[in-house]
């Protein structure tokens, strides 16, 4: 089955500055690759999401890129705010393939202003 | 729409009770999944029901066990509790094959 390594376990960064985080998966056939944020106490809530047939996805100050080719794909936020301190998961699965969405364990981002 | 709703969302239970949880979907979501979260190990999938069925199963014990039904309300079961199954328990519904959303959870403490 499908195996999702997160890096890294936690991330401290200065306002204002940018935040990468990255993810690979083992299952070549995975097409479906999204972001949760969540905060402390709080339910993960998705943040973006990018298919396979796509390189790189844009919100914003957020961006997602994918390497099929490598199967890694990266969490890029940009401008860092206070109010990004989360808990980020990456996760994968197939999308027509009966297969559930399978989470990395998370990284701690902690923005200091 | 409403958002997916879990009852309850505390429960303290001792040692070899056994324990249902409550998950109602997003209206118009058909798959309802269950996962187990605890400091460290992030989200572990427990399983996945679309249309009364179990589509998916993580890599738990048969104490674990969950239901369906033909509104798409979920519930989940475990008995003979013990310690380590102190966790929060989230269920997440969507349309089939997309993004997941997630309830609020239900914070079981086992003592």
């Known amino acids: ?26 299952d070549s056939a995975s097409n479906y690759f999204p972001w949760y944020k969540q905060e402390l106490g709080k339910r993960p809530q998705l943040i973006i999401d990018i298919r396979s047939n796509v390189g790189e996805k844009k919100d914003q100050r957020i961006a ?3 390497n099929k080719t490598a199967k890694h794909f990266s969490l890029h936020i940009t401008e860092t705010q206070p109010e990004d301190s989360a808990v980020y998961f990456c996760a ?7 297969t559930p969405l399978v989470f990395g364990k998370g990284t701690r981002l902690s923005v200091i202003a | ?35 187990q979260q605890t400091p460290g190990q992030g989200l ?15 890599n738990f014990p048969g104490r674990f066990s969950g239901r369906q039904f033909s ?24 349309p089939w094959g ?4 997630f309830g609020p959870g239900t ?4 003592l």
Request: charged share 15%; proline share 3%; hydrophobic share 30%.
């Open chain 1, 1 to 26: 089955g499908e195996n999702v390594e997160q890096h890294p376990s936690t991330l401290s960064v200065q306002e204002g500055d940018s935040a990468v985080i990255k993810c690979t998966y083992s």
């Open chain 1, 64 to 66: 997602v890129t994918l």
């Open chain 1, 92 to 98: 994968a699965s197939r999308i027509s393939g009966n």
């Open chain 2, 1 to 35: 729409k409403a958002g997916v709703t879990q009852t309850p969302r505390y429960l303290i239970k001792t040692r070899g009770q056994q324990v249902t949880l409550s998950c109602s979907p997003i209206s118009g979501h058909r798959s309802v999944s269950w996962y």
């Open chain 2, 44 to 58: 572990q999938f427990l399983f996945e029901y679309f249309s009364e069925t179990q589509r998916n199963k993580g």
């Open chain 2, 71 to 94: 509104n798409s309300r979920s519930e989940m079961n475990v008995s003979t509790l013990e310690l380590g199954d102190s966790a929060l328990y989230l269920c997440a519904s969507s």
């Open chain 2, 98 to 101: 997309q993004a997941q959303f």
């Open chain 2, 107 to 110: 914070r079981l403490t086992v």
